[in-house]
């Protein structure tokens, strides 16, 4: 079942973007469709590469990630490509700009910035390395994002799908 996911992604993904080659460079006919937990756990394997990637987007406050339970706890951080307009289909980036809001919330006197968690397929450039830096005699590895924090990061050139997750039941 995984399989043919993946080989219907790659097909939409090959027929989806030729025209939009031009405008961010990329080459998506040489999309890597994988499972979350395989690029995250070999990721020396995809650094650099343009994946097609089902995975949970969580946003809020100073975060922007991808992550998955059953991953060892191993999040990515994401960036957003300007390409991501002329790759997407318009409606499914109107539905996850707007399942993804996490624009702040007054109350009264006080802001909440809430957290929001959707389930996306995403086409993008993988970064699974952190990048070394010289500077004097010293070798920096910098991270990504949020104060260098994460050791990858996947630029999303194209939002496929997204979908609302179930709201957590509480207890009354």
């Given amino acids: 079942m995984k399989l043919r996911w993946f080989i219907a992604a790659a097909f939409l993904v090959t027929l989806t973007f030729p025209s939009a080659l031009g ?44 992550n998955q339970q059953g991953c060892h706890d191993k999040v990515v951080w994401v960036e957003f490509d300007q390409s991501i307009e002329a790759n997407s289909n318009k409606k499914v980036l109107k539905r996850f700009r707007r399942l993804a809001d996490a624009s702040p919330v007054r109350h009264g006197k006080r802001t909440y910035w809430p957290t929001r968690i959707v389930e996306v397929v995403v086409v993008g450039r993988f970064d699974g390395m952190r990048r070394k830096r010289k500077v004097a005699n010293i ?26 997750l179930p709201s957590p039941k509480t207890a009354h």
């Fill in 23 to 66: 405008q961010t460079g990329a080459d998506f006919s040489s999309v890597i469709p994988v499972e979350f937990c395989d690029l995250v756990n070999h990721a020396p394997d995809y650094d650099r590469k343009i994946v097609c990637v089902r995975t949970f987007y969580d946003v809020g406050f100073e975060g922007s990630v991808f």
């Fill in 139 to 164: 070798t920096l590895n910098e991270g990504y994002g949020h104060l260098g924090g994460f050791d990858m990061q996947f630029t999303v050139l194209a939002i496929e799908d997204v979908k609302a």
